[in-house]
């Protein structure tokens, strides 16, 4: 029998009457080394639950295993510290999980096989599925309620009535995790939509919604599907997240709160969406394609009720007045925003360039057609493709089927333009200095899209190259995994540089602490501090620095380095203690 069992209108735990007051607080966007503070503020807020997706495309990144239990993917450990906490756990194991989170959380291997029909009963998927269940719920049964471990529920799918109507791949998911021993409750999470819980929910299991606002007309929703059960808002959306190129969404907290005060007044439970939301370190972050593709930033501070570094927001206090008319809250103080590191200036006084050391970086696939990157097994990061061009003068390079998702293009060496899939591009006037002048090609990987029907669209050049209408032959398709560790770097000198390039500087830390990079007068790339990967910059905004916890520093001499893709005005960079996440858009 479960832990967590239902009523005509609410939930037992254990026989004893039960409210979910919980938070969304992904394990894998917060570094290991900050979980405890994480899980601790979760408590003094008055939360007595904490929410997490696990996303299948880290934890089994090759298609036979092995399953990834280690670091940022400690699950067990992050399970381990809810419960010395005191808290419980829902889990969202998808397979889906959107979570703006890079291809929604389904692998690439399994994504990039076109002929594959995503969350459905098609065998190829639910056999991938239960091949990861397998691997996957060995781990986490200690952790069930069933074994005195703190998960009292587990996710069916995510927002399932949004994408399809395969009631008989719910009911493949649902059988999957009973027959490897889950005996806790589950539930479906859909929209607070008619069709959308129509289509997402499954007979015996507890149905919940996802909204942010209208608490009375989606609570009513919830009760029109299911006149009986408890009401239970599984994402309450107090916040957003951003996309390159616009506004930093921000919710204001009285606002956010009165809605909460309205769940929570008419019996419901609730799981806060984000209670803290953490960062899309390295290439993790998603992306949106509706009208146009959309990648999402590096930051998922998301306005939540913890800030990106941890410290209690405007929301924090105004949740933790609400939750305390409703709920016991911790008779503990309130807790202080973290040390931040004094302002440090780095000085990037060293650089390897990208281009000409693509060849010791990895091998080249030499065809007559670009191939993708995932043909490569390249699906995060970037992809050289070079080739020659036939004729000189002024002419249209043709992308017949575009490119997925930036290129940067190279004559010679010398940067001719950028081609981006968020505009539509497919063609580029270049002028060709000579015969057989190189042309370069160099592809980034934005983000996989995490949501909706363009999930697993492929990366890199996408077909045909042409110039002046004919078709370029005889490419060297290079996967390009960025390594600073491997470069050959030299002392920077004084010449601007306006051509793809890592450059590395270090900087003294006395007591590691919280900062944030910020890069005024750096246009595009990555960043690294002591080979950990921060993540992605833009000066398109709107975020303006990046989050570096402090567990990535450590006493004495650190190294920043910056994959710049185009130029840079300036020579260093800053850590700061104050984050900029661009311009505000209250919703």
């Given amino acids: 029998m479960p832990a967590l069992t239902t009523t005509s209108d609410g939930f037992l735990l254990h026989g004893e009457p039960f409210r979910i007051i919980s938070g969304a607080l992904h394990y894998f966007r917060v ?55 005191g808290l419980r756990v829902l889990l969202r194991p998808g397979p889906f999980i959107c979570a703006e989170w890079d291809g929604g959380g389904l692998p690439d291997w399994l994504t990039s096989d076109p002929d594959i029909r995503l969350r459905t009963c098609d065998p190829r998927f639910t056999g991938a599925v239960d091949r990861y269940l397998d691997l996957l719920l060995p781990a986490l049964r200690p952790h069930l309620a069933a074994a005195g471990g703190p998960v009292i529920g587990v996710q069916v799918e995510n927002e399932y009535g949004a994408y399809g109507d395969d009631s008989a791949y719910l009911k493949h998911l649902a059988d999957a995790f009973r027959a ?20 997402g929910s499954l007979p015996g299991v507890l149905v919940t919604g996802t909204f942010g606002s209208r608490i009375e007309q989606s609570l009513a929703r919830l009760r029109e599907h299911r006149p009986e059960g408890p009401l239970f808002c599984a994402e309450f959306w107090i916040g957003w997240f951003d996309h390159w190129g616009g506004p930093h969404h921000v919710r204001d907290a009285a606002d956010a709160a009165a809605d909460l005060d309205r769940l929570l007044s008419a019996g419901a439970s609730v799981n806060i969406y984000m209670f803290h939301g953490g960062t899309n370190f390295g290439f993790a972050n998603g992306a949106n394609h509706k009208h146009a593709y959309t990648p999402t930033v590096t930051s998922y501070d998301y306005d939540a009720a913890l800030t990106e570094c941890g410290d209690p927001g405007p929301k924090y206090h105004a949740f933790r007045e609400v939750i305390a008319r409703h709920a016991t809250v911790p008779d503990e103080p309130v807790p202080a925003p973290g040390p931040k590191l004094p302002p440090t200036p780095v000085e990037l006084d060293s650089r390897a360039d990208l281009l000409p050391l693509a060849a010791s970086l990895a091998a080249a696939v030499r065809t007559d057609v670009p191939v993708t990157m995932d043909e490569l097994g390249q699906r995060t990061g970037y992809a050289l493709y070079r080739t020659t061009l036939p004729a000189e003068g002024d002419g249209l ?129 990555q960043a690294w501090i002591n080979g950990f990967h921060l993540g992605r910059y833009w000066n398109r905004g709107p975020q303006r620095t990046l989050y570096v916890p402090a567990p990535v520093l450590r006493p004495g001499s650190n190294e920043l380095v910056l994959l710049e893709l185009h130029g840079s005005t300036a020579t260093r960079a800053l850590l700061t203690d104050t984050p900029d996440l661009g311009p505000e858009n209250t919703w």
């Fill in 397 to 525: 390079l043709h992308f017949a089927r575009g490119v997925g998702d930036r290129a940067q293009v190279f004559v010679d060496g010398a940067p001719v333009g950028v081609l981006e899939s968020e505009r539509h591009d497919v063609s580029l006037p270049v002028r060709v200095p000579r015969p057989g002048a190189a042309l370069e090609v160099l592809v980034e990987n934005m983000g996989g899209v995490n949501y909706g029907p363009r999930i697993g669209a492929p990366k890199g050049l996408l077909g045909p190259v042409s110039f002046n209408g004919t078709d370029l032959t005889g490419w060297d398709c290079r996967p390009l995994p960025p390594d600073p560790d491997a470069l050959p770097f030299a002392p920077a000198g004084d010449t601007p540089v306006t051509v793809p390039a890592f450059h590395r500087g270090t900087f003294e830390v006395g007591t590691p602490a919280d900062a944030f990079l910020a890069l005024p007068g750096w246009t595009k790339g």
């Fill in 31 to 85: 570094h290991p080394g900050l979980w405890s503070d994480r899980l601790r503020k979760a408590r003094l807020m008055g939360l007595n639950t904490v929410e997490t997706y696990i996303p299948w495309n880290h934890h089994q990144p090759y298609p036979e295993g092995p399953l990834v239990l280690d670091g940022f993917l400690d699950l067990p450990r992050f399970l381990r510290l809810a419960q010395d906490e």
């Fill in 180 to 199: 490897r021993g889950v005996e806790e409750l589950l539930f479906t999470c859909d929209q607070a939509d008619p069709e959308h819980l129509a289509t």
